[in-house]
């Protein structure tokens, strides 16, 4: 049996690519600590003498975003998938009138998996969470979240390890069911036929209603560290919601003409003529596809506009496209590297207080380089580091594979 590993996003109101989890991991930040928890099972040590909360999380995610959009606008493309909905490309084809439904466009993004929207499907409710002491801690922690286990007859299995999500349930404080703010993640899943078996690090499953209170609730209070906690099984989550994501992939496109028809003169706000179209692909990774109406007959007729055979004003895509992720369901590395030292490069302070391999890593990527040499100065970015030196010559190196829109 192969686990295989998934990375998505992680628990924080800005959603990232890279999981906040990973970041820590890749800092060498304990992901009890991280996660807001320390105690007999989990004690602060190794020069370290921070507890994260989630005012600290947040900031993070704010600029992993960030460094994961300055890489993509230079890439052409995302550091992993990711979907996009109703993206509008304008028709532009001039002198093509009778065929434009053979015409052939481009997405914004390069390296597109599939054309449609995000189908999430449940597959087991209220599921229970089995929490493991398999590395033989010294201090007994139960460092294993195990779904699928001996507790069940059995958990049907997603197509693809990759396609497994695992989300906190409302009942324990999520927002909404299958809410992406609430995605536990990284995950590590294992397909046997038709049933599967999910495990994770277990300080990723503390109760969202420990989270809510944060260092600077309790300043001046008679606790002022009552917002950490100690690990404890007490302190996670018994169940868990878990669900297959697909791609819904029935007509992901919208073709959009000026209706001639009504104008702007009839209800005040100008719309346009629509019908649905399927979109062929001629280029995933590039982007290109065609967009061909799901009922074509020769003219399109809607709202009662009249036949046209001029090409659509402009189309509407969905999509979920980003760099591939590799066997492991995991993000390429290098790029995980690239997003590590950008973000490092943008944090004004050190990413966990006083933890000393962390605040090394950090201080190394706020390294200031000079800004003369050719390499420095050809950089995007009017930022001088070490690490954001490192970044970009990553990026450069990835600008030269087939699907970036900037190395063609």
């Not at 304990?30 to 507890?51: D, I, R, S």
């Not at 990284?186 to 036929?193: A, E, F, K, Q």
């Amino acid at each position: 049996m192969e686990w295989k590993r998934q990375h998505k996003m992680a628990r924080a109101s800005t959603l990232t690519l890279l999981p906040l989890d990973r970041y820590a991991e890749l800092m060498t930040i304990p992901l009890t600590w991280f996660n807001q928890m320390n105690g007999p099972k989990a004690p602060l040590g190794g020069g370290c003498a921070a507890v994260w909360d989630q005012d600290s999380r947040e900031a993070l995610a704010w600029t992993i975003a960030q460094a994961e959009e300055m890489i993509a606008i230079e890439l052409g493309y995302w550091p992993a998938p990711k979907w996009f909905v109703n993206e509008r490309l304008p028709f532009n084809l001039t002198g093509i009138r009778s065929d434009w439904q053979n015409a052939e466009l481009e997405t914004k993004w390069a390296y597109v998996e599939c054309f449609g929207t995000e189908q999430l499907t449940l597959v087991f409710k209220d599921a229970t969470v089995e929490y493991l002491n398999l590395d033989n801690d010294p201090l007994d922690r139960e460092e294993t979240a195990e779904i699928g286990n001996w507790l069940y007859t059995d958990l049907p299995a997603c197509a693809d390890p990759c396609d497994v999500a695992v989300f906190f349930r409302e009942e324990d404080g999520a927002d909404d069911p299958a809410d992406p703010r609430w995605e536990i993640r990284p995950i590590t899943v294992d397909i046997d036929g038709t049933t599967m078996k999910i495990r994770a690090e277990s300080s990723l499953f503390i109760r969202p209603d420990l989270l809510t209170l944060t260092q600077s609730d309790c300043l001046g209070s008679d606790e002022p560290r009552a917002w950490e906690y100690n690990f404890g099984t007490t302190n996670l989550v018994s169940k868990v919601d878990v669900y297959c994501r697909t791609c819904s992939c029935e007509t992901p496109v919208t073709l959009l003409w000026d209706n001639a028809v009504c104008g702007c003169g009839c209800t005040g706000v100008c719309q346009h003529a629509t019908q649905k179209a399927c979109a062929y692909a001629t280029d995933k990774e590039h982007g290109f596809f065609i967009p061909r109406p799901a009922t074509w007959n020769g003219s399109v007729n809607v709202d009662a506009a009249p036949t046209y055979y001029a090409p659509p004003e402009s189309v509407k895509v969905s999509y979920k496209a980003g760099y591939p992720l590799n066997d492991y369901c995991r993000m390429d590395t290098k790029l995980e590297r690239a997003i590590v030292k950008l973000t490092n490069a943008l944090l004004p302070e050190p990413p966990c207080g006083y933890c000393n391999a962390a605040q090394q890593r950090w201080q190394a990527d706020r390294t200031a380089i000079d800004p003369s040499t050719p390499e420095a100065a050809a950089m995007p970015w009017d930022m001088y580091t070490r690490g954001a030196l490192e970044a970009w010559r990553i990026i450069k190196m990835k600008a030269m594979g087939a699907g970036s829109k900037t190395g063609r």
